[in-house]
């Protein structure tokens, strides 16, 4: 199979005189460097996630993946991209902060709904730190309704 994924709807999109040049690919495992800088100019990392086990764990995973979008061999943006067997989910939504507000976030989530819908999911769901305003926005802009649920966690550990 190719490991080239089309820009989404290219030909349905204002946007697309912006997103010449790019493209979209899985994850190759020698991009975990860039990808990791990536995220932490985006301000995603946190000190109690191991982003590169994340790449690792998600390329691995039957049902999951990192996308990233590259100009030439530059990696400025990413998405990782997954489903649970009943709802699709996104993680480490990134943008390169020089090229934000260029429709690439819209660009790389129109890449992740493609990856699930091509595997029958119908549903998207996505956590949002309450605080990051700005990414509320971007998500109700490509239509994500805020949803009255509360997200639960727990770690889960050798001795659980
Ligand atoms: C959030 C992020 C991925 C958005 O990417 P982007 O390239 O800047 O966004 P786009 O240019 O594709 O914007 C897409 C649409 O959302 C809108 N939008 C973007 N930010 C918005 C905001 N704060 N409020 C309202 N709408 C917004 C844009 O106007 C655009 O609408 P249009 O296509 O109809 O003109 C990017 O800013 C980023 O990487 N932020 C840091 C990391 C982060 O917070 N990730 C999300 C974690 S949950």
Redesign the pocket.
Known sequence: MSDQIPPPNPDARP?RESLVGITFRPAHHSDAGALVALWEA???TRPWNDPRKDIGFARDGAASDVLVGVEGDVII?SVMVGHDGHRGAVYY???D?S??????????MAAAEDWLKARGVWKLN????ET???????????GFQRSDVVVMQKVLTAED
């Open positions: 946007e985006c301000g995603l943006a939504v990134a943008v902060p090229r934000q507000g260029t429709r690439l976030g819209r660009a790389v996505l956590m949002v730190r990051n305003l700005a990414a509320l926005g971007f998500y109700e802009g490509l």
